[in-house]
């Protein structure tokens, strides 16, 4: 399927123009068919990754109206041989949440509120224990470094700085479903993913982060204004989720269910996906009394640390808590139960229904500011920050510097 660009942004009042590339400004004889990692290095790259001068023959694409196109693109880890790949989502307009006679439906999905969405890549699956764990290496490197007194991390380069996650209380309980490369990763918390998408971001030179809840639901929607991407029945959950009925023993492989009308997989069920958002229980009249008109600034930064907001259901779920609006608050005196540190970790989870949380990266087609990447990368809860830097002071957590050398460093 093709996206007309022009379209999706004249609700938003934009007009479609180069303005929207991922990287340092170029001329459009250097754009090129970016479908792989594989093309021009550096600078180019960054730019060109993810967009062609000619429409591709198959497979989904956003028409720029400037003689380019947003297209598919597999991206490499660097130092690794992992892959995944980002879908490209069209911009519009969508209804946010459910409406008042939609049967099921849970008070906090209302009331919905008309929002404009900016196109953006997505992530085809979710984020896999394959990608994940090479985040969690980084914990022993950045030890490694501390001991060396190698990559230091003062306050002059703190901002490119990362934590990483400290190794698993319980490893068992945590894989006690499977740590397979291609099931989806589980019980990190909100804030280990926003720091899972810094150090992804800060080592590809590309912006991925986590969604708004709206982003999030616009995407999973896939055009669609029903119950679920695929229709209003919930029979036809066989075909596309992973759930309580067909997923006994625990999440699945990543799309292996068909996608949404996007190209998506797993939307609904296999893993719930974190988004930025904090959880309101009053729904989102805030949006309302705001005057918020786009996904994008429909955000409660958490002031807390829980609850936030969870997306799509999982395999531990019902099909009514699979559906598009359907939300799952986050609960940190239930979810982190069994840890016996204290602080708690910020970084996991001990108890279910953590087993089923997992997140899947976004990337905007405008670049975004480094002011405005941070609420995405950083906690905004100063409790959180607190913890982690409690963690880190009693020498249970550390620092590292993140940068497009850190893959060979952490290789020596």
């Known amino acids: 399927m093709t996206f007309d660009?022009?379209?999706?942004?004249?609700?938003?009042?934009?007009?479609?123009?180069?303005t929207f590339v991922a990287g340092p400004f170029l001329p459009t004889d250097l754009l090129s068919n970016a479908h792989a990692v594989e093309s021009t290095a550096g600078a180019t790259e960054a730019a060109t990754l993810g967009f062609a001068k000619e429409k591709p023959a198959d497979g989904p694409s956003v028409d720029l109206g400037d003689g380019r196109f947003m297209v598919p693109y597999t991206e490499k880890i660097p130092g690794t041989d992992i892959t995944f790949e980002m879908i490209p989502v069209p911009g519009g307009t969508f209804n946010f949440g459910s409406p008042e006679d939609a049967d099921p439906r849970e008070e906090d999905e209302g009331p919905t509120v008309e929002l404009k969405v900016a196109p953006m890549w997505v992530a085809k699956t979710e984020t896999t224990w394959k990608m994940y764990k090479e985040y969690m290496r980084m914990y022993a490197v950045f030890k490694s470094f501390e001991s060396e007194g190698v990559r230091v991390v003062d306050d002059s380069n703190r901002a490119d700085a990362i934590t990483a996650p400290t190794e698993l209380y319980d490893p068992s309980f945590t894989y006690e479903y499977g740590e397979d490369d291609e099931q989806p990763a589980v019980t990190m918390t909100q804030y280990a993913a926003q720091q899972y998408t810094k150090w992804l971001s800060l080592i590809t030179d590309r912006q991925y982060r986590l969604p708004t809840e709206a982003e999030w639901e616009y995407a999973a929607r896939g055009g669609t204004d029903t119950a679920y991407s695929w229709g209003d029945d919930p029979e036809a959950v066989e075909d596309y989720a992973w759930y309580f009925d067909n997923s006994f023993e625990g999440p699945s492989h990543v799309g292996t269910k068909k996608p949404n009308p996007f190209g998506l997989h797993d939307m609904h069920g296999n893993a719930a996906e974190w988004t930025v958002n904090e959880y309101t229980e009053e729904g989102y009249q805030w949006i309302i009394d705001g005057e918020i008109k786009d996904a994008?600034?429909?955000?409660?930064?958490?002031?807390?640390?829980?609850?936030h907001v969870a997306r799509g259901g999982s395999w531990e779920s019902d099909p009514p808590e699979l559906r598009s609006a359907s939300r799952l608050a986050s609960n940190d005196e239930d979810w982190k139960y069994e840890d016996p540190n204290f602080p708690k970790s910020p970084w996991w989870f001990t108890?279910?229904?953590?087993?089923g949380v997992g997140f899947r990266l976004f990337r905007?087609?405008?670049?975004?500011?480094?002011?405005?990447?941070?609420?995405?990368?950083?906690?905004?809860?100063?409790?959180t920050v607190d913890d982690v830097d409690s963690r880190i002071s009693g020498g249970r957590g550390g620092w590292g510097l993140v940068d497009k050398d850190l893959p060979e460093a952490a290789a020596e």
């Not at 660009?5 to 123009?17: D, E, F, T, V």
């Not at 905007?364 to 409790?383: C, G, H, I, V």
């Open 5 to 18: 660009l022009k379209r999706s942004l004249r609700p938003l009042g934009i007009a479609a123009a180069c």
């Open 296 to 307: 994008f600034s429909a955000v409660r930064w958490p002031e807390t640390p829980w609850p």
């Open 351 to 355: 108890d279910d229904p953590s087993r």
């Open 364 to 383: 905007s087609l405008e670049p975004l500011t480094r002011d405005q990447l941070k609420n995405f990368w950083e906690p905004t809860a100063l409790e």
